[in-house]
């Protein structure tokens, strides 16, 4: 029994009240809350909700995106083993020999003779056995797709193109090959050499700038009455004349070879076994020594020669593959 002084100390407990309870509720919202802000501060930073970054870039943590595919990569053997040429009347030694008449021996391209030491000379250990010429005198580039199925059927390692030239040279300047249709007779030009002959990779050789070849022989009296024949007059026609309607005709075919070329750097950097000879044909500034006696329009043998040595350090320059 509690003494007197403990039963007066003793005083009854009292209940602690009870504490409040979240509601099912409010639990709920609060997890989504956390839940939406760690989203809206992962893309603050630069992810994105299912794992990735911005970019969709595959992420170490798991994302199954797959990677990105390597871009292809530019082939370049400098060193074929055979080569087919086509292209129009200067890949024939056009009046490089005697009048009026092919040289195929001092082609360029595939020739034979010493004196002027041909691509083929230059790269094939066999330019006999083992390099074609199926350039015509007098082609435009409507021609080209007929050369290059001939070219395709050798499937050669290589082929050279020299065309466009006489799409310029017409009788009128409205004559001229328009430029979309220059730009479709190549392209169908390639599609068909790649039908057939996959492989092969495409040198493509500028067009010559024919305003200087005018500026080279005008003066020449030979040149003066050989180009009367006939010969280019959307450039060649009254090669004296300072006329200004003369200088504009002129000037409307230095532009549209231009045109030219720029189709031809365009097509080929499609294609991913050719190469474009950047503009060399085009800038080389012929001497009179470089063209033909006939008619100071044609490449003589020295201009040739002077060609093959453009082509070679082209054809054998290391450029980038990527």
Request: hydrophobic share 35%.
């Amino acid at each position: 029994m509690p003494d007197s002084h403990e039963a007066a100390n003793t005083r009854p407990s009292r209940p602690e009240p009870p504490r409040p309870r979240r509601s099912r509720t409010a639990a709920i919202c609060a997890f989504v809350l956390v839940t939406v802000a760690g989203l809206v501060l992962a893309v603050a930073c630069g992810g994105t909700p299912d794992g990735g970054d911005r970019d969709g870039a595959q992420r170490a943590d798991g994302s199954t995106r797959p990677p990105a595919k390597p871009s292809p990569r530019r082939v370049w053997d400098r060193s074929p083993a055979s080569l087919a040429a086509v292209g129009d009347s200067i890949t024939r030694g056009f009046d490089a020999c005697s009048l009026l008449s092919d040289c195929t021996r001092v082609s360029w391209a595939t020739g034979e003779a010493d004196d002027v030491d041909s691509l083929a000379r230059r790269l094939l250990s066999d330019p006999k056995g083992k390099s074609w010429n199926y350039a015509v005198s007098g082609a435009v580039v409507a021609d080209l797709p007929q050369q290059m199925r001939k070219a395709a059927a050798k499937e050669p390692d290589m082929v050279t193109v020299m065309s466009g030239a006489n799409d310029a040279c017409r009788p009128t300047v409205e004559q001229m090959t328009g430029v979309a249709d220059f730009r479709a007779d190549f392209r169908e030009s390639l599609h068909v050499l790649r039908s057939a002959s996959p492989s092969t990779q495409v040198y493509v050789s500028s067009v010559p700038d024919l305003k200087r070849l005018w500026q080279q022989g005008r003066t020449n009296p030979i040149g003066q009455r050989v180009w009367g024949l006939g010969i280019c007059q959307s450039m060649l026609k009254d090669p004296q004349s300072m006329e200004a309607a003369d200088k504009q005709r002129r000037q409307r075919v230095h532009d549209r070879v231009v045109a030219y070329n720029t189709v031809l750097e365009q097509e080929c950097a499609k294609d991913l076994r050719c190469r474009y000879d950047n503009g060399a044909v085009f800038d080389y500034r012929f001497t009179p020594a470089e063209l033909s006696d006939w008619d100071w329009f044609h490449p003589s043998k020295e201009g040739q020669r002077s060609l093959a040595e453009l082509a070679y350090e082209e054809i054998t320059e290391k450029r980038p593959t990527g």
